[in-house]
């Protein structure tokens, strides 16, 4: 059974540090495209960081560019997103996401076959 479980979501203060984890059961994630999402109430889910299915390269979206960093440990068959300095903005429910294909598009592109439950993070004083 294909399972993804996201966890270390939280209450963080401006200016802090989260690091989100995704751990994949069921299949192997070496070969498959991993996404990180986030959605805000009231507003679409947004791609915030991906491994791509081709070649492994790693995307950032621009709202978290230079502040985040996505890692994998495929000992552990889990993916990691690392973000410094939140902002407000940054308040979502996080989710991983894996397709064992290449996403059309780009991997930023919510167009994933495997999703996790979330993962809430709120970003206030």
């Known amino acids: 059974q294909v399972q993804l479980v996201e966890s270390g979501g939280g209450l963080v203060q401006p200016g802090g540090s989260l690091r989100l984890s995704c751990v994949a059961s069921g299949f192997n994630l070496d070969y498959y495209a991993i996404g990180w999402f986030r959605q805000a109430p009231g507003k679409e889910r947004e791609g915030v960081s991906c491994f791509s299915g081709s070649d492994g390269s790693t995307y950032y979206a621009d709202s978290v560019k230079g502040r985040s960093t996505v890692s994998r440990d495929n000992a552990r068959n889990t993916v990691y997103l690392q973000i410094d300095s939140l902002k407000p903005e940054d308040t979502a429910v996080y989710y991983c996401?894996?397709?064992?294909?290449?996403?059309?598009?780009?991997?930023?592109?919510?167009?994933?076959?495997?999703w996790g439950q979330g993962t809430q993070v709120t970003v206030s004083s």
């Open positions: 996401a894996a397709d064992r294909y290449v996403i059309v598009g780009g991997c930023l592109r919510p167009l994933y076959e495997y």
